[in-house]
């Protein structure tokens, strides 16, 4: 029996320099665990305006079920993507979109009542039905389930309720370097080293893992025993690097319910997110060296 496996949130129209792309962090990660062999979702919006069809063609072709991105009459997402020098890539996220407008009903509530994982994060919580939608969804999730919480901060988009009410409801917390300093000021976390701090949040939380990403530097994944895994990225010729912290985090937990050890879900997770780099946008096939391996 496959793993089911679900992304909540946003759906957006990355714009690149080079043209447009589809993604948005939970479609990316709900697409890297169909890559994974896992039944895989996304719950999100698009609009009832002609990029809403185009994306809807767009998400069948990836192969992610369509059946629970809802349709309403605000706009489809755009994001005005600028890439620096490094690959690393800005955001400028229009508001007012459809996916602010996400609901929740007994549709949803039955697609997660038997989820293996789900994955969330904080932008698409900026509005208030988003947010209600997004936490019922995670709460109604059974107790086996692995949730999922990829902070994702973007722009002014977060406050510290938010925050804390889906770090209450979360088995694991995804953050990178510019995020734990933020997270370590909204809550009073102590000094000290990251770990130091991480070992904070995670006995605050109760949290099972917390994955630590440092860009082109490392990753580390830590439990409630401290440091279980420290993966030096590899260097690769970057593309850009829209998308490779929601593949990380799909192949991660995929590989975790396939019955792997952290070390070697951590392994394979630096590894597909290497290879996401080196592709412009997220939702791009994966070759079947790295396949054969998950």
Known sequence: MKNKIIGIGEVVWDCLPEGRKLGGAPLNFAYFALQCGAESYAVSAVGNDDLGRETLDAIRKSGVDVSYIQVNDLPTSRVLVTVDGEGVPQYEILQGVAWDALGCNSTELELVKDASAVCWGSLAQRSALSRESILAMVGAAPESCIKVFDI????????????????????VLKLNEDELPLVRSLFGIGGGSAEEQIAELVQRFALKYVVYTCGSAFSEVYGREG?????????????????AGDSFTAVLVASLLGGKDVAEAHALAVDVAAFVCTKAGAINPLPEDLRVRL
Request: hydrophobic share 30%.
């Open 227 to 243: 440091l279980l895994s420290r993966i030096d990225t590899p260097e690769v010729e970057v593309a850009d690097t829209v998308g």
């Open 152 to 171: 994702n901060i973007r722009q002014h988009y977060y406050d510290r309720e938010t925050l804390e009410g889906s770090l209450r409801l979360a088995d």
